[in-house]
């Protein structure tokens, strides 16, 4: 942010609530930044976790879960329906929050990435939107993974199946 929002004059960095911030000499706005969110969604059927490969960068040719950006005003829980929706034409309800992990991997990506349990209530997987392939995987043989989120969430899933998790997934 270079401009303030609320008078238009150039921001400044300034020491301000404990950090480094954007801030304006002229009103004294001080810019906050809001951390982008991103919702996933684990699908499980048989035994096996539906994944997509990604078809664009960071990571194109890798394998993630369905996932994608929380839109302004949108519930997270829909945003993870859609987003599997968008990208394997299945459609999704939730049962559960899976998880919730913080750390941005790449600057265009989330630092929240909130990870909910669904099963399949309408349709099969065919890649669509940014993913060219669609498909699922046993925990023993999982494809080249997208991101240390996808393999923090991986593990913790084989865990749960293995019964060496103390995490109770509802």
């Known amino acids: 942010m270079n401009y303030c929002p609320q008078c238009g004059h150039a921001l400044e960095d300034r020491f301000a609530f404990g950090k480094m911030r954007r801030a304006c000499p002229a009103c004294?706005?001080?810019?906050?930044?809001?951390?982008?969110?991103?919702?996933?969604?684990?699908?499980?059927?048989?035994?096996?976790?539906?994944?997509?490969?990604?078809?664009?960068?960071?990571?194109?040719?890798?394998?993630s879960l369905p996932a994608?950006?929380?839109?302004?005003?949108?519930?997270?829980r829909q945003a993870a329906v859609r987003e599997c929706l968008e990208e394997t034409g299945v459609q999704v309800a939730?049962?559960?929050l899976f998880d919730v992990l913080f750390g941005r991997e790449h600057p265009r990506g989330a630092s929240i990435l909130i990870v909910y349990s669904g099963q399949i209530i309408g349709g099969n997987p065919r890649a669509q939107d940014d993913a060219d392939a669609a498909d699922f995987f046993d925990s023993a043989a999982l494809p080249p993974l997208a991101f240390t989120t996808t393999s923090a969430i991986l593990e913790k899933w084989r865990s749960a199946k293995r019964g060496t998790s103390n995490v109770a997934i509802t």
Do not use: C, N
């Not at 004294?28 to 997509?52: I, M, S």
């Open 28 to 63: 004294d706005t001080v810019y906050f930044q809001d951390p982008k969110v991103a919702a996933a969604v684990l699908v499980e059927r048989d035994g096996q976790v539906l994944l997509v490969r990604r078809s664009i960068a960071p990571e194109q040719g890798k394998w």
């Open 94 to 96: 939730i049962t559960g």
């Open 68 to 76: 994608g950006f929380v839109d302004a005003d949108e519930d997270p």
